[in-house]
């Protein structure tokens, strides 16, 4: 691929204007009446804890040494960054879900990927089975955020991997979802081929020919050019946000990158940079390079026509890490000092990197240790809108809003976090298996759903999951199980099924040692 110069050069011009009226922009969430803020999400998709040159450890990592991503670390630099910062779940579809719903995956009972309708895409794992999930995810007469966010006269644009409802369904087209715009969204959530020249098709990468599920629809314009899928997204989402401030409209973009998920394909104009590194890890830092570059741009596009005071922006990722296969070097450590990656129960499964820059209250960098988790992002974007929540949506919401914490460093009210993902991925490795888990405060019981069996960590002293204490302090496992019983029936989270019996496993606590 030859050089790629002034990516947001080629987009569509548009007359430089206020974003939003302050009349129509009502009392904002931080005091007096100014225009309403536009909010940017940027979801990379398989973005590990350690993906980034930004420390979120005790200190930088060989593995953020090896990543260059400056412009995440210019926005941390006039953001917060967080450490302990969570994904729904530890893949894909249960996040973003998440997302646009505010509530946990057991709760919407979409815990695992979606792909086509009514198919259930659960490996076979031995004893035990996955429930009756919707399999179809997020559908059109859902409560979502970009149709509050639309409601309130907000631009509300998509680009890049949506994956929030299964093909054939009304959850593949985010336009139904309270999307005015999409951009290369659909039912799937990888990409046929990350290179122009190849219509990012899967047919021309893979050299079958012919149409595949997988290929990215809406970008015919950069079909046969010199062109790497990130870039033209970037290029998209610059017309789009071009097109929202015209309309004198705030924005609400989510910019959902499909990289880094596979296929691990190198964008060439990077790859000199890392030709110390295993072929597939160098290309693989291009990929994590390319999404930092796309962020740049859409920072110095708010910075060119004159919207950056008034533009939040959120960076985070949808799991953990891949690292089970598809990679160089030894398997599972790819998010080290965490164990295992994407579709575990251990850390490295659901830790992701998070930033939140909110002009002219995060002028300066500062970081909290909170733990905090996708679907607070709900009640977050939704206060800095000064948007309510509809009280009939309210309360099933899981997720606190997040906007005290970033403006005055406000401590949030102790409580504990939940994953649940009833499913097996179909790769062997740490913690990929059918589980339930909670933190809680320093602790994490994992409920492994199979053997109903349980494991105990401490965190603070055990951040790589190493030491199971589930046999020296029973009285904490039987209080975790108690409260992971508690959350099933709140939430009306679905267990596994048991093959055997053809019935639900139960709750945790029926299952503590006593």
Request: net charge negative; with cysteine.
């Amino acid at each position: 691929m030859k050089p790629f110069v002034a990516l947001l050069s080629l987009a569509v011009a548009s007359p430089l204007v206020a974003c939003w009226s302050s009349s129509m922009g009502g009392e904002t969430p931080y005091g007096e009446s100014k225009p309403r803020p536009n909010i940017v999400v940027v979801m990379v998709d398989d973005l590990g804890w350690q993906d980034t040159s930004l420390a979120l450890h005790i200190e930088l990592t060989h593995l953020n040494r090896r990543y260059h991503t400056p412009n995440v670390e210019r926005l941390a630099a006039r953001g917060m960054r967080f450490t302990n910062a969570y994904a729904a779940a530890p893949v894909c579809t249960p996040t973003r879900a998440s997302l646009i719903t505010g509530r946990s995956p057991g709760r919407n009972h979409i815990t695992y990927w979606t792909f086509m309708k009514d198919r259930d895409t659960s490996a076979s794992y031995p004893g035990v089975r996955a429930p009756a999930w919707n399999m179809n995810g997020v559908q059109e007469g859902d409560t979502t955020l970009p149709r509050l966010l639309q409601g309130a006269g907000y631009r509300t644009i998509h680009v890049g991997k949506a994956h929030f409802g299964a093909i054939e369904t009304s959850g593949a087209d985010p336009r139904r979802l309270g999307f005015d715009v999409n951009i290369a969204g659909h039912g799937p959530g990888a990409p046929g081929s990350y290179y122009g020249e190849h219509g990012f098709r899967s047919g021309e990468r893979t050299g079958k020919g012919g149409p595949s599920a997988w290929d990215v629809p809406g970008l015919d314009a950069y079909h046969g050019e010199d062109i790497y899928l990130t870039e033209a997204l970037a290029l998209e989402a610059a017309k789009a946000v071009r097109e929202a401030v015209a309309a004198e409209r705030p924005f609400f973009l989510n910019f959902a990158p499909y990289a880094v998920h596979t296929p691990i394909m190198a964008n060439d104009r990077y790859l000199e940079r890392y030709a110390d590194l295993h072929e597939r890890e160098a290309a693989y830092a291009t990929m994590v390079e390319s999404v930092d570059t796309a962020l740049g741009d859409l920072l110095d596009l708010f910075d060119e026509i004159g919207v950056a005071d008034n533009t939040i922006v959120i960076y985070t990722g949808d799991n953990g890490g891949l690292s089970a296969h598809g990679r160089g070097g030894e398997a599972h450590t790819h998010n080290s000092p965490l164990r295992s990656g994407k579709g575990s129960a251990y850390e490295g499964g659901v830790r992701v990197p998070q930033v939140i820059a909110w002009p002219g209250v995060t002028d300066r960098p500062t970081s909290t240790d909170e733990p905090v988790i996708t679907y607070d992002l709900f009640p977050t974007i939704l206060e800095w809108a000064d948007v309510e929540v509809p009280p009939e949506h309210e309360p099933s919401l899981d997720g606190v809003s997040l906007a005290a914490l970033v403006r005055d460093e406000t401590a949030l009210e102790p409580r504990p976090l939940y994953w649940h993902q009833p499913h097996f991925w179909g790769v062997n490795g740490p913690g990929i298996w059918p589980f339930t888990s909670v933190r809680d405060g320093d602790w994490k019981l994992v409920f492994r759903h199979s053997d109903r069996g349980f494991e105990l960590y401490n965190l603070a002293s055990d951040l790589g999951e190493r030491r199971d204490l589930a046999r020296t302090h029973p009285e904490r496992v039987a209080q975790l199980a108690a409260e992971m019983d508690e959350w099933f029936e709140r939430t009306d989270a679905q267990p596994s099924i048991d093959i055997e019996s053809n019935e639900a496993i139960g709750l945790p606590s029926e299952f503590v040692p006593q």
